[in-house]
C-alpha cells in the first residue's frame, strides 16, 4: 500500500516539530501547518489522508473548523484532534463531525501511531472490500448479459414448441397442411 | 474457533434449512464457522451440533433468529444494478399507471403497491421509494404502498431505522440524491423522513405464507432464490405469482433465471434488462 499523507496542525512550533520527527521515522510522509488558516490552504490543494489538528488555535480557525473543511472536501480524509483541553462534549462534538479520533495533550506517541495503523487497516480493509464489489459487478454483469440472452432464447424457442404443439394436436387438419403450417413456424 | 465436524453440518445445515429455507451444503462449512462461530462460543457450546440442540429447545426463538440474523446474507447497495431501476423508471411505472389510470372511477388517487422480498438492510425499497418521488411530480393523486420484509430482525431494524454509514451510501447514491433524501447524522446518513414514511417494514420468511401484504403490482425479489434449493424456488415463486396482480410485474437479479422454475412468468426484456410478466394463457387457465 502506498505511505499514507498526513497534514499536521499545530500553532505550538514545538509540538508540530515533533510530530514531523517521530511521524517521519515511522515512515509517514508529513506536511505541517502552523495554523488552521495555513491548513486549510493546504487542504484546498491537495488530499492528505490522515489531518492531525490541534483544536484551539489562534486567527479565527480553529480544529473543529480544519475538521469542517476537510471532509467537506473529501470524506476520505480522516482527521484526528488533539487538545489539552479535553472534554467529552467537544469529544463528542468531534465525532459527530465525523472525526476519526480525539487525543489528549501532551500526545502520547506511542498512542498516536496505534491510532494511525487503526487508520491505515481500516482504509486497506476499504480498498479490499471496494475492490471485491468492482470484481463482483464485472462478474454479474458479464453472467447476467449470458443468462438473459439464455431466459429470452428459451422463451422464444418454448413459444415455437406451444404453437406446432397446437398444430398438431388440432383434430380437422390435414397431414399435409399440417405439415406446411409447422414448417411455416419454424422458418419464421 | 469452533470447528465444524460432518455430524455438525448435517445437523445445522438441516436445521438453517427449516428455519430460513437458506441452503448450505457441505461445501459451505466455512461459512457455518465464520458466521455462527461466535454465536456458539457466547453460548457456551462445544459444537453447532450442541448449539441446534439448544436452539430447538429454546421455545423463544431467540436463539434461532440470532442463527438468521448471523447466517443469512445482506450484501445490498442503492441503486444496486441499474438496470431494474430504469426498467421501473422508464417501462413498468409508466405501464401501469397508464392501465391504473384507465381503470380508475372518479378522483381517488391511483393505487399503487410495491414489495421489496428480502428488503436485507431496506436500500432496495429506498431506491424504489426515490424513483417514484423523483418520477412523480403530482405524488398526491397516488396511492402509494411500498413494502420491505425479511427474514432476518436485525436486518429489518436497521432497514427501519434507515441509517447508514458511508462505506453503505458511497456507491449507488449521486451526490444530488444523498443530500435531496438523506440527512447527515455524525459520520453517518439518516433516510428523510418523507422517504422513510412511504415504507412499511416487517418481518417475513418468504417460503411462509405471506401476512398482510394484500395483492401487489410490483415485486421485487432479486438475489433471494440463489440461497434456496430447487424445490424452494419452485415455491416461492409460485407464491409470489398468488400475490401478484394479473397485469403485476415481477423483477429477479440480474444473473437468476426462471426457466425450468416457474412457467407461469413470462420473461419480456426491456433495454438491456429483463423483467417478468404472469403468461395471460395461464391466468385465463387459472381462473
Redesign the interface.
Known amino acids: 500500500m502506498k505511505q499514507l499523507k498526513i497534514l499536521a496542525v499545530d500553532d505550538d512550533p514545538f509540538t508540530l516539530k515533533m510530530l514531523e520527527k517521530k511521524l517521519t521515522k515511522e515512515g509517514y510522509d508529513i506536511e505541517t501547518a502552523s495554523d488552521g488558516i495555513d491548513a486549510g490552504k493546504l487542504i484546498s490543494s491537495k488530499f492528505y489522508d490522515i489531518i492531525i489538528t490541534d483544536l484551539v488555535m489562534p486567527g479565527g480557525v480553529d480544529g473543529m473548523d480544519v475538521l469542517e473543511k476537510a471532509k467537506t472536501k473529501n470524506k476520505e480524509t480522516e482527521v484526528i484532534l488533539m487538545t489539552a483541553h479535553a472534554s467529552v462534549e467537544n469529544a463528542v462534538e468531534a465525532m459527530r463531525k465525523g472525526a476519526a479520533d480525539y487525543l489528549k495533550k501532551p500526545i502520547n506517541f506511542y498512542e498516536l501511531t496505534l491510532r494511525m495503523e487503526k487508520i491505515r487497516s481500516y482504509k486497506k480493509l476499504m480498498k479490499n472490500a471496494q475492490d471485491l464489489r468492482e470484481a463482483m459487478d464485472v462478474t454479474e454483469q458479464n453472467a447476467a448479459q449470458t443468462i438473459q440472452h439464455l431466459e429470452m432464447s428459451v422463451a422464444e424457442l418454448q413459444n415455437v414448441v406451444s404453437e406446432i404443439n397446437q398444430v398438431i394436436m388440432s383434430q380437422n387438419i390435414d397431414p399435409r397442411k399440417c405439415v406446411d403450417r409447422v414448417l411455416d413456424i419454424l422458418s419464421s | 474457533m469452533i470447528k465444524v465436524t460432518t455430524d455438525d453440518i448435517k445437523a445445522i445445515s438441516k436445521y438453517i434449512l427449516d428455519i430460513s429455507g437458506i441452503n448450505l451444503d457441505e461445501s459451505k462449512a466455512y461459512l457455518v464457522e465464520t458466521r455462527l462461530g461466535g454465536l456458539a462460543k457466547e453460548y457456551g457450546c462445544s459444537s453447532y451440533g450442541e448449539l441446534c440442540s439448544i436452539a430447538k429447545a429454546d421455545s423463544k426463538n431467540t436463539i434461532a433468529n440470532e442463527i438468521i440474523n448471523a447466517i443469512s446474507t445482506n450484501e445490498t447497495l442503492f441503486f444496486r ?1 441499474a ?1 431494474p431501476f430504469e426498467v421501473l423508471q422508464h417501462k413498468i411505472l409508466p405501464d401501469l399507471i397508464d392501465m391504473k389510470t384507465g381503470k380508475a372511477s372518479g378522483h381517488l388517487p391511483i393505487p399503487i403497491r410495491i414489495w421489496s422480498a428480502a428488503c436485507s438492510t431496506g436500500q432496495e425499497v429506498y431506491s424504489i421509494a426515490i424513483v417514484l418521488k423523483e418520477l412523480l411530480p403530482d405524488f398526491n393523486n397516488y396511492n402509494i404502498k411500498l413494502f420491505g420484509t425479511d427474514i432476518s430482525d436485525s436486518a429489518i431494524g436497521q432497514a427501519s431505522h434507515g441509517t447508514y454509514n ?2 453503505e451510501i458511497e ?1 449507488g447514491l449521486s451526490k444530488e440524491i444523498l443530500e435531496k433524501y438523506f440527512i447527515p447524522n ?2 453517518n446518513w439518516k433516510i428523510s423522513d418523507e422517504i422513510r414514511a412511504m415504507v412499511s417494514f416487517s418481518k417475513q420468511n418468504i417460503l411462509k405464507p405471506f401476512k398482510n401484504l394484500g395483492k401487489l403490482d410490483i415485486i421485487f425479489c432479486r438475489n433471494v432464490a440463489i440461497y434456496f434449493n430447487l424445490e424452494d424456488r419452485k415455491k416461492l415463486f409460485e407464491n409470489l405469482a398468488s400475490v401478484l396482480e394479473p397485469d403485476g410485474f415481477l423483477i429477479i437479479g ?6 425450468g422454475i416457474c412457467p407461469i412468468f ?2 419480456k ?1 426491456y433495454l ?3 423483467y417478468y410478466q404472469m403468461k395471460k394463457s395461464d391466468l385465463q387457465t387459472n381462473v
Open positions: 444494478d438496470g458511508k462505506f456507491r455524525g459520520g440480474s444473473t437468476e433465471s426462471l426457466t413470462e420473461p426484456r438491456r434488462t429483463i
